[in-house]
Every structure is written in C-alpha cells, then in structure tokens.
C-alpha cells in the first residue's frame, strides 16, 4: 500500500493574480462561445471586443491585486506594532515592578527606623 504524502504551499499573489487572469479570459471566451451557440447576436461580438473586455476585466484584477498587496503590507506593519506594543508592554511592567520594590523598602526603611527609636 502506497501512502502519498501531500506538500501544501500558499501561492504568491502572482500566481494568485495570473490564475484569476486565466479564469476571466475563459470566462469571456465561453460566454463568447455560450452567445455564438444560443443565437443570442444581438449585437456583434468579435475578437477585439472581446480582447477589449477581456483587458478591462484584467486591469480591474491588477487593481484588485494591487489592493491586495496593500491589504498585506498593512498587516505585517500592524504585526509589527502589535510586536512593539508588547515590548513597551514588558518595560512597563519592569518599572512598575521596580516601583513596587522601592516602596517595600521604603516601608521596610521606616520600620527599622521606628524599631530603632522604640529601642532607644
């Protein structure tokens, strides 16, 4: 019995992009074809109205693509702040425990100070 083991990767927004390019290319070649069989000429479809189509429905993809990207840059900086909150997080938490401990000693200082005075 064979076991084949499946690699999974994430595409890159490239071939993101060049696949949404293709399936909108066949999507307009088959509505081409769809209207050539159905008789549905009403007006004339040829291969340059097509091609025209088919270059605005990619532009409008690239747009897409592109807003993807920035949708994508804003999440690495937005991990990145997360990344430095966390770290001012932890120098808060320093100083408020350093802040602490004076005061124990301060309250410990006053202490053996009234000890002192009581034993005098």
Not at 110 to 118: A, G, H, P, T
């Amino acid at each position: 019995m064979h076991v084949s083991a499946k690699h999974t990767r994430q595409s890159s927004p490239q071939e993101v992009t060049q696949r949404e390019k293709l399936a909108t290319i066949l999507e307009a070649r088959s509505q081409l074809a769809e209207s050539k069989e159905t008789g549905n000429d009403s007006e004339p479809l040829n291969d340059e109205i097509v091609e025209r189509l088919t270059q605005q429905m990619i532009e409008k993809l690239g747009e897409k693509s592109s807003n993807l990207s920035k949708i994508l840059q804003q999440a690495v900086n937005l991990k990145k702040l997360k990344k430095e909150c966390d770290r001012m997080k932890t120098i808060v938490n320093v100083y408020e425990v350093k802040e602490e401990s004076f005061r124990i000693l301060a309250d410990a200082g006053q202490q053996l100070e009234s000890l002192i005075e009581d034993m005098k």
